[in-house]
């Protein structure tokens, strides 16, 4: 109330200063913004320059050019929170010079400069990503200078509700997972226990056969019938077991746990196949790592899983590195999809890398590697359940796996914890 | 030469049992007896009175209370029971040792091998 009275006091010019002095405040609360022009006719680009240095509702850095070209030069070199835009270009012209400028630089807000009695084009151009539109010779500096910081404002809302969006749709794909695993969960154990039992019924009556076959010496044609039979009802079995692990994958005992002595468990599981492929294991691991919360044993199946893959890449000899380390999510954030992004919520993530120096993966395959039943060794046996579950696995952690392939040959396993 | 053992197995798989007697039977130390209907189990045990019984669980009476029909009578209290089921896995079952519950178990399918080291395991 005080200043309000003083300033009444002073007269009629006295009481403007308050306002003025508010306005000046608002400025400086205001970040400056860096704007690149890109405005084909020149006269209207040294307008476009002159209202915003003089702008009294926001101070901007400008860089202007009359070109896509040289704009997309301009973007890729430095950073700027705004584009002002106008649609005919010398490169490019309508809304395809909006389409090309969205698609390069999808992040940065494009306020779109369209000419008198396009008004139409200008609200067509904020149905396709452009945050704001002006008409050429419809405003001033105040009106130029509002629409760039709300065009501002405004994307930082969009890429909010985006990522909401983006984060609901991982949650009830998630909720639908669960739901599904629910019911394929139900299923599997009662398939599981009515296979079960003919199974055990083929698997003893081959065993029979198998005795008095030996006892008989039977021909080569009966040997090999009832080997077959054997071989055929034991892998029926170990897809029975598969899908039964596939189907409790979603049930898992959490507690904080080393992920370097769990790392030491799952390799003394498979020491004998290291051993008989003259495989070297090479560990590197990080002292003091937080604990990460898991299913030990599920953890443990995913490693042992992807050990094995490398250890079956490399059958006459080679090298299995195995490391872990703490890092930050932003320092590996880059390379991931939205969707796995939004489900690794932490500052801070303990990795575990298994890398060998075996045959990699064919590029063609990539994309499928997850994929159920997905395998490159249908003929000696594989399943195709191995990666499949263990992304699973991880997902039902809160974690993430990623596979590829190294520049120098071989392939890496990353899997990623909250810490 | 010793006798052979009496095995009596109640599993309603009538598939199942037969391999399982054909099996046994070969190797000329035992002789089964089949009941694949659950609730004749008890009079068939009370009259052939086995040295061991291989019971499955799920039979419409389920193997639980089979055995606790057992054991309430006198001639067959002692009698060593294992569970034969696909009910279980076998890593459950190597999980704990063979026994679940205090009970020895063989999860269904095995090998005639296991079987035949646990029938010797629980005669002695």
């Known amino acids: 109330m ?11 010019l006295q009481w403007r200063r308050p306002v003025r002095k508010r306005k000046s405040m608002e400025e400086e609360m205001k970040a400056s913004l ?4 890109v405005e084909n006719n020149p006269v209207d680009r040294k307008m476009l320059c002159g209202m915003l240095s003089k702008s009294s509702y926001g101070s901007f850095t400008i860089e202007a ?17 705004v584009i002002l835009l106008d649609l005919n270009l010398q490169d490019s012209s309508g809304l395809d010079t909006l389409k090309k400028m969205h698609q390069k630089f999808p992040h940065v807000p494009i306020v779109v400069n369209t000419g008198a009695y396009e008004d139409t084009l200008g609200l067509k151009a904020v149905t396709r990503g452009a945050q704001d539109y002006l008409i050429k010779g419809k405003y001033k500096s105040y009106g130029l200078s509002k629409s760039l910081y709300y065009a501002v404002e405004r994307k930082k809302a969009e890429e909010e509700l985006k990522e909401a969006y983006e984060s609901l749709k991982t949650m009830q794909a998630q909720l ?3 739901e599904k695993m629910k019911v394929v969960g139900t299923l599997a154990s009662g398939i599981a226990h009515e296979v079960k039992n003919p199974l055990a019924t083929i698997l003893y009556g081959v065993e029979f056969l198998q005795t008095k076959c030996q006892n008989a010496a039977a021909d080569d044609q009966i040997n090999l019938t009832i080997h077959s039979i054997k071989d055929a009802a034991r892998k029926a079995n170990e897809i029975i077991k598969d899908l039964l692990d596939f189907a409790s994958l979603s049930v898992l005992k959490c507690k904080p746990e080393n992920i370097n002595t769990v790392l030491e468990e799952s390799l003394s599981l498979v020491r004998h196949q290291c051993d008989k492929s003259s495989i070297m294991v090479v560990k590197d691991y990080a002292e003091d790592l937080p604990d990460v919360n898991i299913d030990k044993n599920r953890i443990e199946q995913v490693i042992v899983d992807l050990l094995i893959n490398s250890i079956l890449a490399m059958p006459t000899s080679g090298t299995i590195i195995v490391k872990t380390f703490l890092t930050k999510l932003a320092d590996v954030h880059a390379k991931w999809a939205q969707e796995q992004k939004v489900r690794l919520k ?16 064919k590029p063609d395959d990539m994309s499928k590697i997850f994929d159920p039943f997905f395998t490159t060794r249908r003929a000696a046996g594989g399943v195709g359940l191995g990666l499949s579950v263990a992304r699973t696995i991880m997902n039902n952690h809160g974690g993430l796996i990623n596979v590829e392939n190294k520049k120098e040959g071989g392939a890496r396993a990353e899997l990623y914890f909250k810490a | 030469m010793t006798a052979k053992k009496k095995i009596l197995i109640i599993d309603d798989e009538p598939g199942f049992t037969s391999m399982v007697k054909l099996n046994l039977e070969t190797t000329g130390r ?12 008890v009079a068939t045990a009370a009259a052939y009175q086995p040295d061991l019984i291989l019971l499955d ?3 419409p009476v389920e193997g639980p209370d089979v055995l606790c029909q057992l054991r309430k009578s006198e001639a067959l209290q002692d009698v060593p029971v294992v569970f034969l089921t696909a009910t279980v896995r076998r890593e459950e079952v190597a999980h704990e040792n063979g026994h679940i519950g205090g009970h020895p178990f063989l999860a269904k399918p095995g090998t005639v091998d296991e079987l035949i080291t646990c029938i010797d395991e629980e005669l002695g």
Do not use: C, W
């Open chain 2, 57 to 59: 669980i799920i039979m």
């Open chain 1, 346 to 361: 932490a500052e801070q993530l303990v990795v575990v890398h298994i890398e060998d120096n075996g045959y990699g993966i």
């Open chain 1, 34 to 37: 860096k704007v690149l022009i």
């Open chain 2, 30 to 41: 035992y002789e089964v007896m089949i009941e694949n209907d659950s609730q004749q189990a």
């Open chain 1, 176 to 178: 639908i997972q669960v």
């Open chain 1, 2 to 12: 005080m200043p309000v009275a003083f300033y009444r006091k002073k007269g009629r």
């Open chain 1, 65 to 81: 050019t009359d070109n896509l070209a040289e704009a997309f030069d301009h973007l890729t070199r430095d950073e700027f929170n």
